[in-house]
């Protein structure tokens, strides 16, 4: 009788283990499906505008917050600094860092050297600054706003163009760190936007998020927590360099420190190789931004300074 309850036992078992990984696989392709449905879906029409009167910040600024919801229900938190005297010809800078920063990151720059620089706020609801068993009960919610950010990117862009003060401007995304993958992607897909800058990004999603990873979770750990944790997020269909190549034929411009800790080579080398012509790679001393005002400062002003000349 055992023995011939046996091979049942491993049939049992065989079926069981086919039976989770078939469920496993389903549900990774699902979970990295195509996100461009979602993106046109969520980038909808402007259904209402919040925005506060414009304040003088100094002799030469004024800075403006807006919210704007679509139709779809997305909403993004914007800020908008710009000269108080308008410079024909100057663009409009739409610039997306780290999620601590947010829409404030506009703040940062002291002189826009006449150009107008906005600002946003990732599409996320709640506290952003989740610790351990918080950031598993907010997946669906990160998720969903990773799969946001490029419509509302993209709504920043609508509301931006329709102001009277940008008319006839040009539209420039500056994507810094975590805001290169987003910038990236809608840069690709709003042809509307002339020139993207991707400040302190790479390649690749598994690889950065493995590596930054494997600072507080030792190896092997790090490979299935990073893994696992690309697959929720939907990373490989935001690998910028899935998108880069179709920002061409406007430009596409680097900017990575040489002693970037956050950013493998290999991914900032494959980004670039990824992007078509024209494209550009500048190497600035130091380390990662990691959100410290005074690099996010340099950083743009080094923008600033190609966008716009000194006088």
């Given amino acids: 009788m055992r023995r011939s309850r046996r091979p ?7 079926l069981l283990l086919a039976l989770s990984l078939a469920l496993g696989a389903s549900a990774a392709l699902y ?25 003088l910040v100094d002799s030469a600024h004024t ?10 229900g997305l909403a993004v938190e914007l800020l908008v600094k710009r000269p108080v005297r308008a410079v024909p010809g100057a663009p409009v800078l739409l610039l997306l860092g780290g999620h601590r920063t947010g829409r404030d990151a506009a703040r940062l720059i002291p002189d826009t050297r006449g150009a107008v ?22 997946v669906p919610a990160i998720r969903r706003a990773l799969l946001d950010t490029p419509p509302a990117i993209m709504l920043a862009v609508d509301y931006l163009l329709a102001q009277p003060w940008a008319r006839g401007r040009a539209i420039e995304l500056v994507g810094v760190s975590l805001g290169v993958p987003f910038t990236t992607v809608a840069g690709a897909l709003d042809p509307r936007v002339t020139r993207v800058w991707a400040i302190h990004g790479s390649g690749g999603s598994y690889a950065p998020l493995e590596h930054n990873v494997r600072r507080n979770i030792p190896w092997p750990a790090s490979v299935a927590v990073a893994g696992l944790s690309t697959v929720l997020i939907a990373g490989p269909q935001l690998d910028p360099a899935r998108w880069a190549p179709r920002i061409a034929p406007r430009p596409f411009i680097m900017v990575n420190a040489l002693n970037d800790e956050r950013m493998p080579r290999a991914g900032v080398e494959a980004l670039y190789r990824s992007a078509r012509e024209p494209k550009e790679l500048i190497w600035v001393p130091g380390g990662h931004v990691r959100s410290r005002p005074e690099v996010v400062r340099g950083l743009v002003d080094l923008v600033l300074s190609r966008v716009m000349p000194a006088k």
């Fill in 117 to 138: 620089v906005a600002s946003l706020s990732y599409p996320f609801e709640g506290d952003p600054r989740l610790k351990g068993l918080g950031i598993v009960r907010k």
């Fill in 63 to 72: 800075i403006q917050t807006a919210r704007l919801t679509a139709e779809s």
């Fill in 8 to 14: 049942r036992l491993r049939l049992a078992l065989a």
């Fill in 31 to 55: 979970l990295m499906r195509d996100p461009r449905p979602h993106f046109a879906a969520r980038h909808a029409p402007i259904a209402r505008v919040v925005a506060s009167a414009a304040e």
